[in-house]
């Protein structure tokens, strides 16, 4: 069974947009990843966030991270055509000592020129 | 660095045919792990290893063996190839068994007739 699930399944934007995606998951984590993955490529690890923290900010992206809710959110500023691509949450749900990292079924994004 | 690497990149196999997926990192990281890919399913996790020696079952582990003699090395083998296991399969690697972001290699899409 998926522990993570992006929402929407598919988003599409106008260049300059913002981009918000969701992830939701069943257990209590230790951290939870985001992932890009372009057509046909492997995945790009893009940030982490930990279970103690609320928020994080790289670049163009924010993460948000809200544990109670057991889910979190991406949001992409000023989207360009280059973001098109899938992007999957990854959190380990297992209890520490092992870590295996599940993976939603992802967002795909189109960025209109 | 090459980072990871995966061979071959494309596979077609026949039922009942068995293979190895191979999958190298030049980076010294422990923490290795075999995923695949379907249409709406996002990544699985099939089998990974905490360091050399160390390997445990993931999410999908049936019809897939692999074994970690070195740091660098983790190939998967296909036992028996069955149609249900065609899928494009990701190998990735990470520092440490820590919270640490995975790096992907480019993936390689078996089929199986």
């Known amino acids: 069974s998926q522990q993570g699930e992006e929402d929407p399944q598919a988003l599409s934007i106008q260049e300059g947009e913002n981009a918000t995606m969701n992830c939701s998951y069943k257990?209590?984590?230790?951290?939870l990843q985001w992932y890009r993955q372009n057509s046909g490529r492997g995945l790009v690890h893009l940030i982490l966030i930990r279970s103690n923290e609320r928020e994080k900010h790289s670049g163009r992206l924010r993460v948000t991270l809200d544990t109670s809710k057991k889910s979190s959110s991406l949001l992409i500023t000023a989207s360009r055509a280059a973001d098109t691509a899938s992007y999957f949450c990854?959190?380990?749900?297992?209890?520490?000592?092992?870590?295996?990292?599940?993976f939603g079924t992802g967002t795909r994004l189109k960025v209109l020129a | 660095n090459a980072g990871v690497t995966q061979t071959p990149k494309f596979q077609v196999l026949k039922t009942g045919q068995s293979m190895t997926l191979q999958c190298a990192q030049d980076?010294?990281?422990?923490?290795m792990s075999w995923y695949r890919q379907d249409p709406g399913m996002g990544l699985r996790l099939i089998h990974y290893?905490?360091?050399?020696?160390?390997?445990d079952q993931g999410e999908v582990p049936n019809g897939y063996n692999v074994s970690r003699s070195t740091t660098e090395d983790f190939p998967l083998r296909l036992l028996s190839a069955a149609p249900s296991q065609t899928s494009v399969y990701f190998c990735?690697?990470?520092?440490?068994?820590?919270?640490?972001?995975?790096?992907f290699g480019p993936g390689t899409r078996l089929t199986v007739t």
């Open positions: 257990t209590s984590i230790n951290n």
């Open positions: 980076m010294n990281h422990e923490y």
């Open positions: 290893s905490v360091g050399a020696g160390i390997t």
């Open positions: 990854a959190t380990d749900a297992t209890p520490s000592g092992t870590y295996k990292y599940i």
């Open positions: 990735a690697s990470s520092y440490s068994m820590g919270v640490n972001e995975q790096y």
